[in-house]
């Protein structure tokens, strides 16, 4: 069974708009500028609103949807609870796909080391279908502010990660890098005001194997690495990152086992975790971990350990490092790891949380909150991001499930979440 058969079964889902197509980019002078909020949003005016208690922040998720997408908000409070705090149009569209994706919407460093960088300024979201990035200033605990739309260089892309004020996008120019499209990554430069300048020579394609399915760009801790996952082909492509935040490569790391590589998060100890999902094989998702040599070549240092879950393809890792958190789209459940410094990996419980009401399917994106004191998952199906509390020997209790009516209608082909 191949991650074909999970696209057309989240397909189901949104068939009534996965018809409606691509939308062509137009390639911009600059970033387009904006004054004021987009969309309903709320009115707290940036205040903390947990009446002096430490910790409040906000969690976000996108539509895309091709009447146009949308950042939905959630406050958090600080028991981890979830409030709905609006919506903001991004300014472009989505494809109305379940596309392979993993942080098509990041806020700050979070990509792909989940907050070890404490940076906040600005939430950047991927608008698959108009070809372009939108950039906002967040204003906690869960406001944003539209600044910019960039389309230089931009075509269907899925995945942004982001070093410091060098960001990089994967485009993946058609739905899961489909054969022969070309699919590469390109780097930017953030400024202060968030505007986006595109960095000379930065773009790279991919290495061309195919089908790729290629699903998510990370770069490790230190910046000097980038890597890209393709699922289909089963390789982790790599890349060098130069001073002027130029990518050189890539190199092709077809000598490792690779069963369906999808989403990566690194450690505090600069272990890369991937998940593998045997292109849905029935039970047989799972994790293993890698480090990353100074020139961009990956050693395994976990074998994959299974979680008995299909289609294993999220993964957080909290800030401390010692555990780490995945989710399945054939799956209602968060499996969880514990994480040795090394990079050995120990199944913890392969059902730790279920995402959604019980018996459901469809835990797709998920973020932690900036200490990792949270962990919120999406049920695509339920139209619903779900709570839980991280507790100290790495268990999950779960808190709730928050909907909302555009995220629901989205359906299955929402994709993207950030937290803080």
């Not at 005016?45 to 009446?51: A, C, E, N």
Request: net charge negative.
């Amino acid at each position: 069974m191949r991650t074909a058969m999970r696209r057309a079964t989240l397909g189901l889902a949104v068939a009534a708009i996965a018809g409606t197509g691509l939308g062509a980019g137009t390639a911009s002078a600059s970033t387009t500028r904006d004054n004021g909020q987009a969309g309903s949003h709320d009115s707290s005016g940036g205040q903390d609103w947990s009446g002096g208690q430490g910790g409040a922040g906000g969690v976000f998720a996108a539509s895309n949807q091709t009447s146009g997408n949308k950042i939905v908000a959630f406050r958090r409070a600080a028991d981890g609870t979830l409030t709905n705090a609006g919506s903001y149009d991004t300014g472009g569209t989505g494809d109305g796909m379940p596309d392979n994706s993993v942080n098509s919407v990041i806020l700050g460093t979070e990509s792909p080391t989940n907050h070890l960088g404490h940076e906040h300024r600005f939430l950047f979201a991927a608008n698959l279908g108009s070809n372009s990035l939108s950039v906002f200033r967040y204003n906690a605990p869960a406001g944003l502010t539209r600044v910019g739309i960039e389309s230089r260089g931009i075509n269907h892309p899925t995945s942004i990660a982001l070093h410091g004020n060098v960001l990089y996008v994967l485009n993946a120019q058609q739905f899961n890098c489909g054969p022969g499209t070309g699919a590469n990554i390109t780097g930017f430069r953030v400024s202060d005001d968030g505007s986006l300048t595109p960095i000379p020579g930065s773009t790279q394609f991919l290495s061309g194997l195919t089908p790729s399915g290629c699903a998510q760009v990370a770069f490790n801790p230190k910046g000097d690495v980038l890597t890209v996952t393709e699922v289909e082909a089963n390789v982790i492509d790599s890349y060098t990152v130069d001073s002027a935040g130029v990518a050189h490569g890539p190199i092709v790391n077809t000598n490792l086992p690779s069963q369906g590589p999808f989403g990566t998060t690194y450690t505090n100890h600069n272990v890369l975790l991937a998940t593998e999902n045997f292109q849905a094989g029935p039970g047989l998702g799972g994790l293993a971990s890698y480090t990353v040599g100074g020139g961009g070549t990956l050693t395994r240092r976990s074998p994959t350990v299974g979680n008995g879950q299909t289609d294993t393809c999220w993964v957080v890792n909290t800030e401390n490092g010692k555990y780490a958190y995945v989710t399945s789209a054939f799956s209602g459940f968060v499996s969880s790891y514990k994480v040795g410094d090394d990079g050995s990996l120990a199944l913890l419980n392969p059902t730790a949380g279920v995402v959604g009401p019980a018996g459901s399917v469809g835990g797709l994106d998920e973020t932690l909150s900036g200490n990792s004191r949270y962990l919120y998952a999406r049920n695509v199906f339920q139209g619903s991001v779900t709570g839980f509390r991280v507790e100290d020997n790495g268990s999950l209790t779960k808190l709730q499930d928050a909907s909302d009516p555009i995220l629901m209608a989205a359906g299955g082909s929402a994709i993207g979440i950030a937290g803080r």
